[in-house]
């Protein structure tokens, strides 16, 4: 049996920020502060299984998106388009051959009675929700394993502790939340174990109907090394006013699904007279990499590992935006004031991710006595169908001893079961990494059908590439975006961006 992972003495700091959950100590992910909600009732997991629901995709139309009707409640309601199902069809996973040094024999390890530490940065009401997950596991498994999770208040500080464990050999836990150009060092250091024999294989990993049921964002179907499986999600997103827009005058009904109708909304919607904009845009790392995307570009090539910001797409997204801008029709988001100034209807459409829904559901309750109706919609696209950008951090299994490794794994299966996804989706509106988890969260669906319209879209999603959360190229990122909101000539920003991050994720100083 495994001998137990916890390091000792180590200390619960003070609080850093309020409320400070994972996903807010990231520069990639929209910091929308946490909300400070009480727990409510968890009920039990039911045993039954549900039926997955027949999903089909959003049509490249101008209709799917949610349509919200008024209401002087404080939740604004919609009625969102059909949920789409994950429109992958995975080809056979190749049969995996284990490393017998790394994972021992699978057929024949005992994990029973292991302990396997958790470290994670998640507090509040996450931390919780967190917590009860991992207390029914280890209290349900029939192995007698028990996940011990331990607590970082700051993130960067669980980081440092991971790569001096690897550089110096010292205990590691089991398993850890990482962001994935963490992964990439921990990878490096060759303390990362690829979970993909373990989700493969015929006793403890998902049958193939289940691996079907992975949004593609997760890649459990391609055949590459998996060194993480997504802890959560977000989705970088569109708010819009429907009231407003459908007095606008348009040759188009509902929110904008190209960068020209969303354009001549933007523009029609503008009146410097009455301080009102089109929209606000959020200089953020995600956001500027979402734009590029549903442009249809791509920044990074896994092959070559090169960045290439300079792109036709790219051109044509920045050059679009800045135009707004410098047309007065649109202009840069100052702080979080954007989602007030949606709510005052000072703006027709709003930046963010969904873990902005309640923030602006709130907001738009606070300012108006009577809620006008609002939406979410994907970012307008070229393409036929949308992109949505992801963003959140991963599970990595560290690389221990082998029945360790296979009790943390057996808890991974657990969190990944569809019940337990939607478990988990509900908190700050977080996005699940399997389809079936709908069949679960069809009274969330009803609560909050703008959450239901961000998960129909989770079969467009894609996560940006891993180094796009260093610190040094989410700052040359950011940096470079506000300047092109400035109206700096676009293609010498991009140019000198591709210079500045290809050093920087070779390791060089620009």
């Known amino acids: 049996m495994a001998r137990q992972r916890l390091q000792s003495g180590l200390f619960w700091l003070m609080l850093m920020v309020s409320a400070c959950g994972l996903a807010a100590c990231r520069p990639v ?5 946490t909300v400070t909600t009480s727990l409510a009732q968890i009920t039990a997991v039911p045993t039954e299984t549900p039926v997955t629901p027949t999903l089909t995709a959003v049509p490249p139309t101008t209709t799917h998106t949610p349509t919200l009707t008024a209401t002087p409640t404080a939740t604004a309601t919609t009625t969102p388009s ?4 994950a429109t992958h069809t995975p080809s056979p996973t190749p049969t995996a051959t284990p490393d017998l040094a790394v994972y021992g024999r699978l057929d024949v390890l005992d994990p029973g009675g292991v302990t396997a530490v958790f470290w994670h940065n998640y507090d509040g009401y996450a931390g919780r929700i967190l917590g009860d997950i991992i207390a029914d596991f280890n209290e349900s498994n029939s192995y007698g394993i028990t996940i011990q999770p331990l607590y970082w208040q700051r993130f960067n500080h669980l ?7 690897l550089a110096e050999g010292e205990d590691l836990p089991a398993l850890v939340a990482a962001y994935p150009d963490h992964t990439v060092n921990y990878v490096a250091a060759e303390g990362v174990v690829d979970v993909r024999p373990y989700l493969t294989h015929p006793t403890y990993g998902f049958i193939p109907t289940d691996l079907a049921d992975f949004f593609p964002y997760a890649q459990v179907q391609a055949g590459a090394p998996l060194y993480g499986l997504p802890l959560h999600r977000t989705m970088e997103l569109l708010y819009v006013n429907n009231g407003w827009l459908a007095l606008l005058d348009l040759p188009f009904v509902g929110a904008p699904q190209t960068p ?3 354009a001549q909304a933007v523009c029609a919607a503008a009146d410097p007279a009455q301080r009102r904009l089109g929209y606000e845009v959020e200089a953020t790392s995600g956001s500027f990499l979402a734009w590029i995307h549903a442009f249809g570009g791509d920044v990074y090539d ?3 590992e090169t960045f290439t910001f300079n792109s036709p797409e790219a051109t044509a997204a920045m050059t679009t935006l800045q135009q707004l801008v410098q047309d007065g029709c649109a202009a840069p988001a100052a702080g979080f004031t954007y989602q007030d100034n949606f709510a005052r209807q000072q703006t027709l459409f709003g930046p963010g991710t969904t873990r902005g829904l309640y923030f602006y559901d709130r907001a738009v309750n606070n300012f108006n006595a009577q809620p006008f109706s609002w939406s979410v919609s994907p970012l307008p696209h070229t393409g036929e169908l949308p992109v949505v950008l992801l963003s959140g951090p991963n599970f990595n299994v560290l690389r ?3 029945e360790t490794q296979l009790a943390a794994w057996l808890f991974l299966a657990y969190f990944f079961s569809p019940e337990v996804q939607a478990r988990w989706a509900q908190v700050n509106s977080y996005l699940p990494a399997r389809a079936a988890a709908a069949g679960y969260l069809e009274d969330t ?3 909050d059908p703008a959450y239901a319209a961000a998960f129909s879209w989770l079969p467009y999603g894609v996560d940006p590439p891993p180094l796009t959360g260093q610190y040094a190229v989410w700052r040359a990122m950011v940096d470079a975006y506000g300047r092109i909101l400035q ?3 676009v293609t010498a920003v991009l140019q000198a961006l591709d210079e500045t991050v290809n050093q920087l994720s070779k390791g060089d100083t620009p």
Not at 29 to 33: G, S
Not at 159 to 165: L, M, N, P, R
């Open 29 to 33: 992910d929209t910091a929308v502060p």
């Open 82 to 85: 059909p949920t789409p199902t």
């Open 159 to 165: 980081v440092d502790a991971v790569q001096t464990g």
């Open 260 to 262: 020209e109708q969303f």
């Open 302 to 304: 896994e092959a070559t």
């Open 400 to 402: 221990t001893d082998p």
């Open 445 to 447: 669906f009803t609560a």
């Open 487 to 489: 109206n700096e000539e």
